[in-house]
């Protein structure tokens, strides 16, 4: 009785439109895995940072005083993102357009919305990156490996015909090996899929948690903008 074949020998033997499959899904599978480490730390630390500088924005610290702190951190090689960059950008166009004269409360307020508008497209481009890929190893590679499956049975039946005996025997490693490509294919699949699914997830949550932001601050610029508007009329 012969020895069963390993999946380490069936690839061997597999043939070079197969391995060349095989090589391509495990590449993808690796890719896609470094991605989903890299989403796992990059939203988990997005929402400590959300976390931690709501507790600071809402604790009735100074805006002028919050925005120093990020400015220090800044020089000291801190990259600020998330909320406190929303807030950076919103404050910053908001104190320039205050020192303009005869600038009207609203263009103060609206000129704020936008900077942070723009600084929430950098922040959604930042959390969303690597997705598109996660969602093409998902959808593509059942694909890629039904292709290898479906080429390397070809090959088997091909040397079937030439064959003296046609066996089940004779055939039965040729189509093992080309199964393997599909398992393979889902292999990478199934983990890409359920990654993007959940970071997709995450991701519009954090996005709706800025937006809810943008808009709370930029409520609060308008009663500011208006006091000082009463203010320097008095």
């Given amino acids: 009785m012969t020895d069963e074949l390993s999946v ?6 597999a043939s070079l439109t197969v391995k060349f499959v095989m090589a391509t899904l495990v590449a993808a599978s690796v890719t896609s895995w470094f991605m989903i480490v890299q989403r ?19 604790s009735g610290m100074d805006l002028a005083q919050l925005y120093r702190e990020g400015s220090d951190a800044i020089e000291e090689g801190v990259d600020i993102t998330g909320g406190e960059a929303l807030f950076r950008a919103g404050f910053k166009e908001f104190s ?16 704020s919305r936008r900077a942070m ?7 959604s481009d930042r959390l969303e990156r690597h997705l598109p890929f996660l969602a093409s190893v998902g959808s593509t590679s059942p694909y890629i490996g039904l292709f290898g499956t479906v080429w390397g049975i070809m090959h088997s039946f091909r040397g079937l015909a ?10 039965a490693p040729g189509i093992s090996e080309a199964l393997i490509a599909t ?20 991701a519009d949550a954090l996005l709706n948690r800025y937006e809810s932001f943008v808009d709370e601050f930029s409520g609060l610029l308008q009663r500011q903008s208006y006091a000082q508007k009463r203010g320097n009329s008095q």
Avoid: H
């Avoid at 508008?117 to 922040?123: I, N």
């Avoid at 030439?162 to 055939?171: E, F, I, K």
């Fill in 8 to 13: 380490i020998e069936l690839i061997l033997g």
């Fill in 40 to 58: 796992v730390i990059i939203l988990g630390r997005a929402n400590e940072e959300l976390l931690d500088f709501e507790d600071r924005f809402w």
């Fill in 96 to 111: 320039k357009l205050s020192r303009q004269p005869n600038m009207d409360a609203e263009a103060m307020v609206e000129g």
């Fill in 117 to 123: 508008r723009v600084a929430l497209m950098r922040e």
């Fill in 162 to 171: 030439t064959s003296s005996q046609a066996t089940l025997a004779a055939v």
């Fill in 183 to 202: 398992a393979m294919g889902l292999f990478a699949a199934i983990p890409a899929v359920l990654a993007y699914n959940r970071f997709a997830a995450k």
